[in-house]
């Protein structure tokens, strides 16, 4: 848990990013979607532990809402005798991805256990990645006021940055977490809680459909591509010497 000298102002979150109404939406359709994934889910824990040694689940210590810590659940996509050395980040391409976890992330389907976070009241469906205590610690000013409220399932920062680990491909290994500390971070909970001050019911909901529709669309060849949401950040950090670039 974070020192209680964390300052957090009320005044970022609508009524509903607190409410009993948002909670009783992650409720229900955390229940129905475990309901419905059962079978797949199954299948799922059968092929990672079939196909390598290690645990099913993939367990982290992540910060919740108010600074308090949780385990957060993942289906494991890394081999298990290597996936506590390297970055904390990972990149596209990692060599620490089994071959099923590639499958797995590519369609987001080592997510699914999180609804039983969701169900546990450690997250919500619409809400900020939750992100380990090194990474929150770096956060100052208004941008912890992130704490405010419950991490997420799907944000939309999380459709901003969907492509992280391909920006993160380009960033030298060395330098991997100071880029994610200094670039991504701080613009990720800037998207998240501009989200906050205007979130209702309508708008989580379409943050959920959103997410359906990237993943489809990801999973598609990809055509000619649209602006790239990283090109500023990449730009500055090109500028700064710290990524050497073939161009």
Wanted: aromatic share 8%; charged share 25%; hydrophobic share 40%.
């Amino acid at each position: 848990m974070l020192s209680s000298n964390t300052q957090v102002d009320e005044r970022v979150l609508t009524s509903w990013s607190l409410s009993t109404g948002k909670r009783a939406l992650d409720c229900t359709c955390a229940v129905v979607l475990l309901i419905v994934a059962a079978p797949l889910m199954l299948l799922i824990a059968a092929l990672v532990k079939i196909t390598s040694s290690g645990p099913v689940f993939f367990r982290q210590k992540r910060v919740g809402q108010s600074g308090e810590g949780f385990q957060l659940l993942k289906f494991r996509t890394m081999y298990h005798s290597i996936e506590n050395g390297g970055p904390l980040v990972t990149r596209c391409g990692d060599r620490r991805v089994t071959s099923v976890g590639k499958w797995l992330r590519k369609w987001k389907l080592d997510e699914l256990p999180q609804f039983i976070n969701v169900l546990k009241g450690e997250m919500s469906l619409v809400g900020p990645r939750p992100d380990m205590l090194k990474y929150i610690e770096t956060l100052a000013g208004e941008n912890r006021n992130i704490l405010r409220f419950r991490p997420g399932i799907t944000s939309p920062a999380t459709l901003m940055f969907r492509n992280e680990e391909e920006v993160l491909a380009e960033v030298p290994t060395e330098e991997m977490e100071h880029f994610y500390i200094c670039n991504l971070l701080p613009q990720k909970v800037r998207t998240d809680l501009n989200y906050a001050e205007c979130a209702t019911f309508s708008k989580d909901c379409r943050s959920i459909w959103r997410t359906v529709f990237a993943i489809i669309k990801h999973s598609k060849p990809k055509a000619t591509p649209s602006r790239d949401p990283f090109a500023d950040l990449k730009e500055q950090w090109r500028d700064s010497g710290k990524v050497e670039t073939n161009e």
